[in-house]
């Protein structure tokens, strides 16, 4: 099959492990949208940081996607909203009060500033400082949620966040998405809103059928996306069960996967 579009997570996917791109997956994906296929940038992040790697591919300029909040918010090549999902607020209390006894930060994102509760971690900062944006510490964060928000970021001891996975999905899992986007992340999100969902928003408004889709992923957040895809393929460096979830490996992200894989399926 030829595909058509190519959806690729950023961190540890398209990104190499010190955050840069790497010029050889850089003009990989040029190279495609020459061939006339298109691309879609796709994080958990919110879009302001997604939205320098999707010009960094010429997204803007070649009719492509990017997606914010694992499908939470997605965007065409203007910048334009084409889908979006919020967090119910009568879910705000219920996880604050699951995370509470715990060591924890719970975060939410507002314009392009990131609020966190005052039991800041070692892990806090991260998202922070990868993106590039404020970090407002505040005392009683549910009470000073006053607007919509897309998710809650969970950060904290990768063994904690196992275990408060368990106790969230015990208690809320039949009404809210919870999964670990990074083994320091844990994601609360709206039901049904995913990656994948993201991909299938873009596929519909593209003119495009979701077979024709190529995905690249390395996280537990990726699953939903490459299971989505017609073709599903899981960076060298992912998680085990990401690569069980995959149709294909290819090599790590510090080794070009990208550019490997698409250079198989004949897409460069």
Aim: proline fraction near 4%; charged fraction near 25%; hydrophobic fraction near 45%.
């Amino acid at each position: 099959m030829k595909y058509k579009l190519i959806a690729t997570d950023i961190d540890d996917t398209l990104l190499r492990k010190d955050k840069t791109l790497s010029p050889v997956t850089k003009a990989a994906l040029l190279q495609a949208q020459e061939n006339g296929v298109l691309v879609a940038v796709a994080s958990g992040r919110l879009p302001y940081g997604v939205r320098p790697y999707a010009k960094e591919l010429e997204v803007f300029s070649r009719g492509g996607y990017y997606m914010g909040f694992n499908g939470g918010a997605v965007m065409n090549s203007k910048g334009e909203l084409i889908g979006s999902a919020y967090l119910d607020s009568r879910y705000i209390q219920p996880v604050y009060d699951i995370l509470r006894p715990s060591n924890a930060t719970a975060m939410v994102h507002k314009g392009d500033v990131i609020y966190a509760d005052d039991k800041v971690n070692d892990y806090t900062h991260i998202e922070s400082d990868v993106i590039g944006l404020p970090l407002n510490v505040v005392d009683d964060l549910p009470s000073f949620i006053d607007w919509q928000i897309h998710k809650f970021l969970i950060s904290g001891d990768p063994d904690e966040l196992k275990d408060l996975e368990q106790q969230l999905l015990s208690a809320l899992g039949d009404e809210v998405d919870i999964y670990l986007s990074a083994p320091w992340f844990l994601e609360v999100m709206p039901k049904g809103t995913n990656k994948g969902t993201g991909l299938q928003m873009i596929c519909d408004n593209a003119g495009i059928d979701i077979s024709e889709a190529v995905a690249f992923g390395d996280s537990f957040n990726d699953i939903f996306m490459l299971k989505a895809a017609g073709m599903g393929i899981a960076m060298g460096n992912a998680e085990e069960a990401v690569k069980a979830a995959a149709d294909k490996i290819t090599a790590d992200c510090d080794s070009d996967g990208i550019a490997l894989a698409l250079k198989e399926l004949d897409l460069i």
